[in-house]
């Protein structure tokens, strides 16, 4: 079965980075359209950065500027890289990819930036 995995996660603070990555397994050959998603407690889960199998991306408003999201469809696998993090940013990360018009979202992963 097709499997996402993140990793990356972690504390940091406020003006840091960090570096989330996003691996598939199972034998498929890519995804479509994969983003990144993010919940922070009482919240709903919203987009963060999405990009299309031919690369075209969008980002949330809050995160333009700042978050940039990539892929590698030979490695099958989409990062999200976060510069001067804020203490909004402070969610649990989730990877989706769509593969035949169905969704499949990793297991998350905690990002916390504070001081």
């Known amino acids: 079965q097709v499997q996402l995995v993140e990793s990356g996660g972690g504390l940091v603070q406020p003006g840091g980075s960090l570096r989330l990555s996003c691996a598939a397994s199972g034998n498929i050959f890519s995804f479509g359209a994969m983003g990144w998603y993010r919940q922070a407690p009482g919240k709903q889960r919203e987009l963060v950065a999405g990009?299309?199998?031919?690369?075209?991306?969008n980002y949330a408003d809050s995160v333009k500027g700042r978050f940039t999201i990539s892929r590698d469809n030979a490695k099958k696998t989409v990062s999200l890289q976060m510069n001067s993090l804020i203490p909004e940013d402070t969610a649990v990360y989730y990877c989706?990819?769509?593969?035949?018009?169905?969704?499949?979202w990793g297991q998350g992963t905690q990002v916390t930036v504070s001081s």
């Open positions: 989706n990819g769509i593969l035949n018009r169905a969704n499949y």
């Open positions: 990009i299309t199998s031919g690369g075209s991306t």
